[in-house]
């Protein structure tokens, strides 16, 4: 009998939201890659690879350098909630909706929770960070690096050495930022980071590459319960209280990771591939010249909006290269305006979420998809959408404005 469903035969897509967006098609090949056991000597060999890969894509010397199964809150979670006893003070600034998600996981880990919040489409000040670590004397800041619901980047190369003077870690949600701009993570004393695969990294969503420092471990070691029926003999518990996430214990991830192989999970054969590639595709390019093509996207696309008589939205100097948000235009229905985009171009680009719903259309120009010809398109369907919801502005300005940001640039 015939199945009622047919085969998968999703229509083809430019994704130009905030992620995901489209893979990288020699990572769709690797992740297309035979089965191998999980402790099988290649396997684990590209389990080694994978964490040499990711100590270049983070800038760290850190050995705890590895993937969590999951998309990218799966290491978010993962290091609050192997890091966070209960009581215990943790600063969350929050400047879009993903201060919120730290903000939530913490207080799920049941820690006292402190948030600091700046207006949607700002940045925090050094100063109030200070201000705010002196008042709450927190164990541990988690602060995001790129907001995607507001399209911000918090400047972070000072924040570091600040959460050092008052003895706090630095945990950094780099989930929208890794690969689409510099995330140093040594040379900004960053005590962890995490990402995911799905935005500058081109990869799909559910790997989330993770890096921490010895100032984490000491404090995760001291919570190290590992499950009976695979625990070693003679290993005692440490004092701390067990960490209540069995999936997310970093000390057990850090025993699967180790020469040690101490079985936890199965690991997630081919999103290892995936990401694997990932890192492998970045470091070939370079991350310099990685974040200057996004950079490059950035300045053409904005050019484009400018001349368009689109506002940009939100603190232009500190927006993330990566995703550019617009302000939908008075008596636009900006519903509207995405479905045509969609349905006539084949073109995804993003809504938005709490303060900014109905307000603002965020334009993804991430990894494989951050190139002179997505920009353009994306100008020309805009402008031809726009057009037919009856808002006017000089034809063609946006993707000739956009052309002449690549020209000046010397190409694409
Ligand atoms: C900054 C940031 N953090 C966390 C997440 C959550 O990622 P995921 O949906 O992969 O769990 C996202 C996703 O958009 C994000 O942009």
């Not at 964490?51 to 270049?56: E, K």
């Not at 010249?289 to 940009?312: C, D, I, N, Y």
Request: charged share 20%.
């Amino acid at each position: 009998m015939e199945h009622p469903y047919g085969d998968l035969d999703p229509p083809p897509r430019l994704l130009l939201g905030p992620g995901p967006v489209n893979c990288d098609p020699r990572v769709l090949r690797a992740m297309a890659m035979p089965m191998l056991g999980q402790f099988d000597p290649v396997f684990t060999g590209y389990m080694n690879e994978v964490m040499a890969l990711y100590r270049q894509m983070f800038q760290t010397a850190n050995r705890w350098t590895f993937l969590v199964d999951g998309t990218a809150r799966a290491a978010i979670e993962a290091v609050i909630v192997s890091l966070v006893q209960p009581g215990d003070v943790v600063l969350v600034p929050v400047f879009g909706r993903f201060g919120h998600l730290l903000a939530e996981i913490a207080r799920r880990a049941r820690a006292r929770v402190h948030t600091i919040e700046t207006e949607w489409g700002t940045v925090f000040a050094p100063e109030r960070m200070e201000e705010a670590l002196l008042r709450h004397r927190p164990k541990l800041v988690a602060v995001v690096h790129g907001d995607t619901s507001t399209t911000m980047a918090q400047p972070l190369a000072h924040i570091g050495a600040l959460c050092r003077r008052y003895d706090a870690l630095l945990y950094v949600d780099a989930t929208a930022t890794l690969g689409g701009m510099d995330v140093p993570v040594d040379a900004w004393r960053l005590d962890a980071v995490s990402a995911g695969l799905q935005k500058c990294l081109s990869g799909p969503p559910g790997s989330a590459p993770l890096t921490f420092n010895e100032r984490v471990v000491e404090r995760v070691l001291a919570r190290k319960h590992v499950e009976q029926g695979i625990r070693p003999p003679r290993s005692g518990a440490g004092p701390g209280e067990i960490i209540q996430s069995n999936y997310l214990d970093l000390p057990m991830l850090m025993d699967y990771w180790s020469e040690q192989r101490l079985n936890h999970h199965t690991e997630a054969t081919s999103m290892l591939y995936a990401a694997r590639e990932c890192a492998r595709i970045v470091l070939a390019e370079g991350l310099e010249r990685r974040l200057q093509r996004h950079e490059l996207a950035s300045r053409a696309l904005t050019a484009g909006l400018s001349a368009m008589e689109l506002e940009l939205f939100g603190d232009q100097t500190h927006k993330m290269p990566s995703v550019t948000g617009v302000v939908i235009p008075e008596g636009i229905s900006g519903n509207a305006v995405r479905a045509a985009m969609l349905e006539d171009f084949g073109i995804e680009i993003g809504t938005s979420f709490g303060p900014l719903h109905g307000r603002i259309w965020r334009i993804g120009t991430m990894g494989y998809n951050c190139r002179k010809q997505n920009v353009l398109l994306c100008l020309g369907a805009l402008e031809a959408c726009l057009r037919r919801q009856g808002f006017r502005s000089t034809a063609g300005a946006g993707v000739d404005a956009a052309l002449a940001a690549y020209t000046d640039a010397g190409g694409a």
